[in-house]
């Protein structure tokens, strides 16, 4: 069993920026044995990916409305991984949620067993 939380959310000015963190664990659990993502959910919308990481960090991918915005990451010591986004904009407005899966990177919600309870992320205009 894997646990996720999320924490960094909030309210942004447009053009502004946000780090958001997931903190994974569980009693027998290999952080770095797992494919991380964050998906996002806005009101009245399907959840949607948004960016994914291996387990040793090494390849990344990102959704087309983010690229270029946002940098996902990880610190595999601190079981952690990590969504940097800039140049905020109304449209990224969201709850964001973090996903865990073993050797999966994948960018479909139902390929992802373990999410956490999701941030906030509000941006105005």
């Known amino acids: 069993q894997v646990q996720l939380v999320e924490s960094g959310g909030g309210l942004v000015q447009a053009g502004g920026s946000l780090r958001l963190s997931c903190a994974a664990s569980?009693?027998?659990?290999?952080?770095?044995?797992?494919?991380m993502a964050w998906f996002r959910q806005a009101p009245g919308k399907e959840r949607e990916f948004v960016a994914a990481?291996?387990?040793?960090?090494?390849?990344?991918s990102y959704a087309d409305s983010v690229k270029g915005r946002s940098a996902i990451s990880r610190d595999n010591a601190k079981n952690t991984v990590y969504l940097q986004m800039n140049s905020l904009k109304p449209g990224d407005t969201a709850v964001y949620y973090c996903?865990?899966?073993?050797?999966?990177?994948?960018?479909?919600?139902?390929?992802?067993?373990?999410w956490g309870q999701g941030t906030q992320v509000t941006v105005s205009s």
């Open positions: 996903a865990a899966e073993p050797f999966s990177t994948s960018t479909y919600v139902n390929e992802y067993a373990y």
């Open positions: 569980g009693r027998t659990f290999t952080f770095s044995n797992y494919g």
């Open positions: 990481i291996t387990g040793s960090g090494g390849r990344t």
